[in-house]
């Protein structure tokens, strides 16, 4: 629809606008909290000062103190009428994170037909963006949170390699960035890679901290992703939509291929034959209980999802129905104290169907003959009950109770899983030629898991209190939050894993780093064991800031966080305690002319972040690991098990992890965090356009990961004459600051007797962790007027180190904190240069235009360059110790690593280093996104959209397998290097329809 004018009444002429706006710009201005914004300007002291809700008929007043500054903190976001003690008003609205600017100390009152002039922000000094939920209806965007961060410039879409839809801020992985709702951090602690889900047509407006964020948050090295659901008012309102993605609007996907050594393919995942239709419907209804003081606001979002998948042998049939709500209740008790409760439940249930292909028949694209049927299911609910209380006109209080509940995916033990997990790779055929043998069921069910709930609870608090005193916003809190993940232990299908293999030419007939005769039958024999347990993260966290107007165009910002981050094992034991953990903000906005015309502003600070539970259950959890190898002449038995167990040969590898805490951190282990440097400018050009300039510096300091080498404690051990040393009574892994000393509790003298052991950094010749970001940022910006907006943005930048993060996605390896890159020193050879994240170039741009008052079409284009490739080859064992068992632990388990270093084989069975980036860039990719909306003027409240995703239906590749060498000790070169795993997806269509009254 068009852009209708607004009728306001201003204290001033229009010729005089500009000049009102340079007064109300030199007012106090500060940043509002996570959930609220601020109203704030310049009146005659002693003025009062109401402003009125326009939604809720709630209304409040102030004085204006000397001085003529006033600020009203903690306003709920929506519109408002301001009015003076003369009767005067101003309608302005609110957003979540901004202040509002009014003024009444003008001379002459007219009515200003229009409000196109667009105010520069200059009450924080953060990079933020702001999303109403209008504004994302009218966009062709997805229906998520992530679709509209993506929106901020330098936020890029990744894990491709992960099948996860999470964005990447400034060069930070997929892993660490924040989500909140409703004031509650919602974030995943386990896993930092998934975040609570709710009802997208309940979300009022959404915030995206892209940097410089002030004190009040933490926990995060990358963006913030923040939504405010919606609240009732006075009005009685209902409405429904309904969401349809069908299939039959939807271009086929692309298949991707495996190559093999003899130049024949097939198919490795069979997309083309894949359907997915989609519908989602929501009813809503929201109003007032007690008109003016008690609101409600439901909203119930149906699901009817059927989606198909097709593979080799097998397809299966994933089918949903189960409804998500919202409940709200806001109840304003008095005009200065607001109680809001949330109730969200996002528990989806999901009926699976497997098939077997019928008569051996490969590739089909249909369904055979049902195998399995069953029903699990994800998700759970959260609650949140929060407080505001206006105490006076300059002291507001603000608190916070919430508590999640999560539940995994976890599949049902099925028939078959008191058979062994067993593999044929005979006559050298490799992983990529296995065929599953034996009674277990495959593929479903490798792995059985106790019969306990995959779970994570968290229960969170915050207290916040907000003090404008004079040219000063003080404001102070605390939160504190446990998070308990609850992991079922698992272990092979009937306890064991059976690999049957060949001696052969491509694996020089060498297995287990023993010369066999090629031709000889061997098995693999290898248990692993968890144990059930609950983990837990307790963080805390204390701020103070102070927001300080130091003249009418200058505003200063300084704040302190500290923080706390404990980690428990599965016994309630402390194994891993960051305290004191102090990180300082600065900042500062000028407002250059005085008129909001032209801002100058940084700031430069530090954050931290905590360590995710999943490395509690990876580092503490009780496992019991065996591998050995048995000559099989025999072959196998129906159920999988070899018909003959042949004799052992070459060493075995025993890994029992007991968790001790003292045995599985560096005493002395520093948290990882990030210092940030951020320079920009904005300037009003026109009215409607601004044009802005952002420079972001930011570098990884203390990082984290786990370090599994035992080769430097050995050598230690035998330079300080511990004789008996045995590498197996360390961990089998410790969380360290790569780079650094490491002290641990060791057992020096195989006696039980655990001593407190600094062994210097030269043992382990791991190098620092490294990562730096170096962005440009350009940005154009039209307001909506004359029927059109446009957001335009482009991003020069390089993210360089040598660590992605807390994960790493050139190996899809999800685990946070806890990757294979610091492992071993061999590893991180080579790993020095342009990083997973890092695209040079990043050009976005969103808008919509209004034909007529029915009929509007929106766009969203983006461009972004490829990523760096690198040649993934075996680590090379050179310098790891020679001998048996326990003086060669690290040559024995590190050649069990799949190829995952930067170590390559030339093609004539040389090791060869190469860099990280070595084989170039992948392509660029671009998506094009298309809305076309008709609000019939004859039944109001009616929209009916159709939006196109890859409108030109553009499938280009968005993950590479990067593995060169196919096999340890075998040159040949992987057929698939550099070939795409994955494509964007395809073109679909979604029809929508929103009614409301």
């Not at 690593?897 to 660029?924: H, I, M, P």
């Not at 959209?945 to 890859?950: G, S």
């Amino acid at each position: 629809m068009k852009n209708k004018s607004t009728h306001l009444k201003f204290k001033r002429s229009l010729a005089a606008a500009a000049v009102s706006a340079c007064l109300t710009a030199s007012t106090v201005s500060f940043a509002a909290s996570n959930t609220s914004g601020s109203i704030f300007g310049r009146a005659e002291a002693g003025t009062e000062i109401t402003y009125l809700n326009k939604g809720t008929g709630v209304s409040r007043t102030i004085t204006v103190p000397a001085g003529g500054r006033f600020n009203i903190s903690s306003v709920p976001a929506g519109t408002y009428v301001v009015t003076d003690s003369a009767g005067n008003e101003q309608e302005i609205q609110v957003t979540i994170g901004r202040g509002s600017n009014v003024s009444f100390d003008a001379i002459e009152v007219v009515e200003v037909i229009g409000n196109r002039i667009k105010a520069i922000d200059t009450s924080s000094v953060e990079s933020t963006e702001v999303f109403t939920a209008d504004t994302v209806q009218r966009l062709p965007l997805p229906r998520d949170s992530v679709a509209v961060a993506l929106l901020t410039p330098g936020a890029i879409q990744g894990g491709a390699n992960f099948d996860r839809n999470l964005p990447s801020f400034g060069g930070a992985s997929i892993g660490e960035n924040g989500y909140y709702i409703d004031g509650m951090d919602v974030t995943n602690l386990r896993t930092l890679l998934s975040f609570a889900n709710l009802p997208q047509d309940a979300i009022e407006q959404t915030q995206v901290k892209s940097g410089g964020y002030g004190v009040e948050y933490g926990r995060a090295l990358g963006g913030i992703i923040n939504v405010v659901t919606k609240s009732g008012s006075n009005d009685w309102a209902f409405g429904g939509s309904v969401y349809s993605a069908p299939d039959a609007l939807r271009s086929s996907e692309k298949n991707t291929i495996n190559r093999k050594l003899d130049g024949s393919s097939e198919i490795l995942t069979y997309n083309s034959a894949d359907t997915e239709s989609r519908l989602e419907y929501n009813i809503y209804a929201s109003g007032p209980l007690i008109e003016n003081r008690l609101f409600f606001f439901v909203n119930l979002e149906g699901q009817d999802d059927d989606i198909d998948n097709y593979s080799k042998n097998d397809s299966y049939n994933i089918k949903t129905d189960t409804p998500n709500y919202l409940a709200k209740l806001d109840w304003y008790i008095t005009d200065e104290h607001l109680l809001r409760f949330t109730h969200i439940n996002n528990q989806t249930e999901y009926d699976r169907t497997e098939f077997d292909n019928l008569n051996g028949e490969e590739w089909t694209g249909k369904h055979g003959k049902q195998k399995n049927s069953y029903t699990y299911q994800e998700g759970g609910d959260m609650s949140i009950l929060s407080y505001t209380g206006h105490l006076s006109d300059n002291l507001t209080l603000n608190l916070m109770a919430g508590k999640l509940k999560h539940q995994y995916l976890k599949a049902p033990r099925l028939e078959g899983g008191d058979c062994a997990y067993a593999w044929d790779t005979i006559n050298g055929v490799g992983w990529n030629g296995r065929k599953a043998i034996g009674c277990w069921n495959a593929p479903s069910q490798s792995r059985v898991t106790d019969e306990i709930d995959d779970i994570d609870k968290r229960d969170s608090y915050r207290t916040d209190i907000d003090w404008v005193l004079g040219d000063h916003r003080l404001r102070f809190g605390y939160n504190a939050e446990s998070y308990d993940s609850t992991s079922p232990g698992s272990s092979y299908s009937g306890g064991i894993y059976y690999r049957y293999r060949t001696a052969h030419p491509n694996n020089n007939c060498t297995i287990n780093g023993v010369l066999l005769d090629c031709g000889t039958e061997i098995v693999r024999v290898w248990t692993r064991d968890t144990v059930s347990a609950t983990f837990s993260v307790e963080n805390t966290a204390w701020y103070i800031e102070d927001s300080w107007q130091i003249s009418d165009n200058i505003l200063l910002y300084g704040g302190l966080r500290g923080e706390t981050f404990t980690n428990n094992d599965g016994e309630g034991r402390t194994f891993l305690e960051s305290d004191h953990l102090i990180a300082p903000r600065v900042g500062f906005s000028w407002d250059i002319d005085g008129d909001s015309s032209k801002r100058l502003y940084g700031t430069l600070g530090r954050y931290y972040i905590p360590v995710a539970s999943n490395t509690n259950i990876r580092a503490t959890r009780e496992e019991h690991t065996r591998t050995d190898w048995h000559y099989a002449p025999d072959g196998w038995k129906a159920d999988g098990s070899p018909v003959t167990l042949g004799e052992k040969f070459g060493g075995s590898i025993i890994d029992d992890q007991i968790a001790n805490p003292a045995v599985i951190a560096d005493a002395n282990l520093e948290p990882m965090y990030q210092d940030e440097l951020i320079l920009g400018y904005e300037q009003r050009v026109t009215d409607d356009w601004t044009l802005g300039a952002k420079f972001m510096g930011r570098t990884v300091g203390n990082g984290m990961d786990d370090f599994c080498g035992k080769d430097g404690f050995v050598r230690w051990a035998d330079d300080n004459g511990y004789d008996n040393f045995d590498p197996h009574s360390l961990a089998g892994c410790i969380i360290i600051n790569p780079g650094e000393d490491i002290t641990i509790a060791m057992d020096l003298n195989n006696d039980g007797t655990l001593t407190n052991v600094t062994t210097p950094a030269s043992y382990h010749g791991l190098p620092d962790y490294k990562r730096h970001y170096l962005g440009l940022q350009l940005t154009a910006e039209k307001a909506l007027s004359d029927n059109w907006l446009l957001n335009l943005s482009y991003v020069l930048s390089r993210t360089f180190g040598n660590v992605e993060g807390y994960v790493n996605s050139s190996l899809a390896q999800e685990d946070p904190g806890a990757t294979q890159d610091f492992d071993h020193a061999n590893f991180m050879h080579g790993a020095y240069g342009n990083l997973p994240t890092d695209r040079t170039h990043q050009f976005k741009a969103f808008g919509l235009y209004d034909f007529t008052e029915e009929l509007s079409v929106s766009m969203n284009l983006s461009l972004v360059s490829g990523i760096p490739l690198s040649c993934q080859g075996f680590v090379s064992t050179e310098g790891m110790l020679e001998g048996d068992g326990t003086s060669a632990y690290d040559l024995i388990n590190f050649r069990q690593y799949s190829a995952s270093s930067f170590y390559c084989n030339d093609g004539s069975d040389n090791q060869v280093l190469t860099k990280r980036g070595d084989e170039g860039r992948s392509n660029w990719l671009y998506t094009a996104d298309l809305g076309i909306a008709y609000a019939p003027a004859w039944s109001e409240g009616l929209v009916l959209k159709a939006t196109v995703y890859n409108l030109f239906d553009w499938q280009r590749p968005d993950a590479y397998n990067q593995q060169k060498d196919l096999e340890r000790d075998n040159s040949a070169v992987n057929p698939n290097f550099l070939k795409a795993t994955s494509f964007q997806p395809p073109r679909y269509v979604q029809l929508t329809a929103r009614y409301s009254f």
